[in-house]
């Protein structure tokens, strides 16, 4: 009776997608494994496991299902010899490959490699090159990825593309000229197409002030387009294409890295848990994308300052602010109500927000369908009738139309006055408070470097007294240095108030000007504009809206009355030749201008 033959389960691994098809890579593997189990009559084939495309040195154990596999087979016993090429097909992990290994030969199951043969462990140094082994692959996967690395890193530098994902807007061809490895070369060239849907989503976030869901919406319901791979659009997608600086011409590489991946420390991690440590591709800090030395004219798609806009938005959407330092016009709503945002509850001074009522509408042929209507309402008589006395259902219609009728008046007065020299002074002595401000600030910041060493000299004369080297008591230490760590809180909290300060002066800096600026060609541009270009603009003028019933309060962001009463002043000044150069006899003019009004003359 002849013996039982032995049943071998063979093993082929690629790293790369690119290798799959290629001769020389797992058709290679598995002519060599089909020649070594000729030579050994006592062995059958009994089953192959195919790994296309899986990296042997960041792929983990649990990551890799035809490995499962294969683990799966050796403990139900299906197999008794598993065979490689080279045993780092297994991995090529120093820190659990080996230990796979020892654990398959444990388990009743040899394991074979074509070119190294087999593995045991009868002795302590099959064990020792057993890890060397693995340790000696894995550093050569470090030393190939360095490599790699630092190759990509030279060409990007030089503004050419290393191969990858193509982006969108971007496509190659084909050159007709083969490589050093026969391989064709292709040209990294823009798609006509492409290229004007990411001119297209750049125009709608800064001439619109769109959102990145509103723009999500517009490329697949108004434009009905899909990505690259037939896909719906997301808005982690659009954020990429605003955050690629390939679009203004720079080639970039290094975006992302592969990291650990945190395990939470509120769950019980399990030794399992413990024991796989996971591995995926994280986002990197832009300052640290490795970025070409300069633009290439070809790739541009638009502008390095369109590109940049865009970069402030994006930073001043995604930074959480505080009260009201986020300036209102970045901010984006999805309502259809012209005015929301600016509009605040006369009676309790609460948020008045955009609401919708729906009722059900019977048509003529017995059908069945709903009508909707927008309009405002207080937040908090929505919560409670009785905390507020305010409607609770304020037309948008009738408000809207009041507000522009308020708007349009005060643009017929803003342009009869020239208030650029009033805006200069204002900037002047904002910009003096700032900077008053940020003198006290790095004398506040030279201040806390003093007490932060302050705190670690206590902290080492603790550590004296505690050992017996010291010369004071380490009672009274602790006392003094409680009262710097008081010191130390105190002041962090007035430099964060001094910074937030700063900011704020700044913005209503920068709010100034954009409205001054704005004045002359307003109501030309807000009459063609789009919703949200609309409320752009409303928020530029306005400062707040207060609703008292029928009544409305327009609080603009610059006061046109209290200019042209400035100017009429002015007008009679010059009439009695009175000389208005200097800030002291303009001060005097207005104190005489006030003491008049009292006497009532």
């Known amino acids: ?122 002795n302590s140094s099959d064990n020792l090159m057993n890890i060397i082994r693995f340790w000696g692959a894995s550093t050569e996967s470090k030393k190939t990825a360095a490599r790699v690395d630092s190759g990509r890193n030279y060409k990007t530098k030089q503004g050419k593309f290393t191969g990858g994902i193509v982006p969108y807007g971007f496509t190659l061809i084909p050159t007709g000229q083969l490589d050093r490895k026969g391989r064709m070369i292709n040209e990294f060239i823009k798609e006509p197409f492409e290229s004007g849907v990411v001119q297209d989503i750049y125009n709608k976030l800064i001439d619109e002030n769109m959102s990145l869901s509103g723009l999500t919406a517009y490329l697949n319901e108004d434009r009905k387009l899909k990505t690259r791979k037939g896909n719906k659009w997301n808005t982690s997608t ?33 030794k399992e848990d413990f024991l796989d440590v996971k591995k995926r591709q994280r986002a990197v800090s832009p300052e640290e994308w490795i970025l070409a030395e300069k633009a290439n004219p070809d790739y541009v798609i638009v502008s390095e300052e369109r590109w940049q806009l865009a970069q402030e938005i994006l930073a001043r959407r995604y930074k959480k602010y505080t009260d009201n330092l986020r300036p209102i016009e970045d901010r984006t709503w999805k309502s259809p109500l012209l005015l929301v945002g600016l509009l605040e509850c006369g009676y309790c001074h609460g948020k008045i927000s955009p609401a919708v009522s729906s009722q059900k509408v019977h048509k003529v042929n017995g059908e069945i369908s709903r009508s909707y209507t927008d309009f405002y309402k207080c937040n908090t008589r929505g919560r409670n ?56 600030l790095e004398c506040l910041k030279k201040e806390y470097i003093k007490t932060q060493k302050n705190i670690e000299h ?8 505690i050992i017996g080297e010291g010369e004071f008591d380490s009672k009274y230490i602790n006392e003094g240095l409680k009262i710097t760590e008081d010191k130390a809180t105190a002041i962090k909290r007035e430099i964060e108030q001094l910074e937030k300060s700063i900011q704020e002066k700044q913005l209503a800096v920068d709010e100034y000007l954009k409205t001054i600026k ?40 610059i006061d046109i009355d209290s200019f042209l009463n400035i100017s009429s002043v002015d007008n009679i000044q010059k009439k009695n030749n009175q000389s208005m150069d200097s800030d002291e006899s303009y001060r005097k003019m207005i104190e005489e201008k006030i003491i008049v009004e009292k006497k009532g003359l």
């Open 238 to 270: 659009v954020r990429s294409i605003l955050k690629n600086p390939l679009y203004k011409g720079y080639m970039s590489y290094g975006k992302t890295r592969m990291k650990e991946v945190e395990k939470s420390q509120n769950t019980d991690i399990t």
């Open 458 to 465: 206590f902290k080492q004369a603790i550590y004296k007294a």
């Open 518 to 557: 704005m004045v002359p060609v307003w109501r030309e541009v807000f009459e063609d504009a789009p919703l949200n270009v609309k409320k752009k603009l409303l928020s530029i003028l306005i400062e707040n809206i207060i609703v008292t019933g029928n009544e409305m309060d327009i609080h603009f962001k």
């Open 385 to 440: 009738k009785k905390m507020c006395a305010a409607k609770s259902y304020i037309s948008r219609y009738k408000l809207e139309a009041a507000v522009l009728e308020e708007v349009n008046n005060f643009l017929d007065r803003a342009v009869q006055i020239d208030c650029s020299d009033e805006v200069m002074k204002n900037k002047k002595v904002l910009m003096g408070e700032s900077q008053a401000e940020q003198e006290g």
């Open 1 to 122: 009776m002849e013996p039982e033959k032995k049943r071998v389960g063979c093993l082929y691994r690629v790293s790369t997608k690119k290798q799959v098809n290629i001769e020389d890579d797992i058709p290679m593997q598995r002519n060599a494994c089909m020649e070594f189990i000729k030579k050994r009559e006592e062995w059958e084939l009994n089953k192959e496991y195919i790994e296309p495309g899986v990296s042997g040195y960041h792929k983990g154990l649990n990551e890799r299902k035809v490995l499962q596999e294969v683990i799966k087979d050796v403990g139900e016993k299906n197999i008794d010899v598993l065979l490689v090429f080279m045993f780092d097909r297994l991995g090529r992990k120093d820190d659990e490959t080996p230990f796979l290994l020892k654990r398959i030969v444990e388990c009743g199951v040899e394991v074979w490699s074509v070119c190294e043969g087999q593995q045991t462990f009868e």
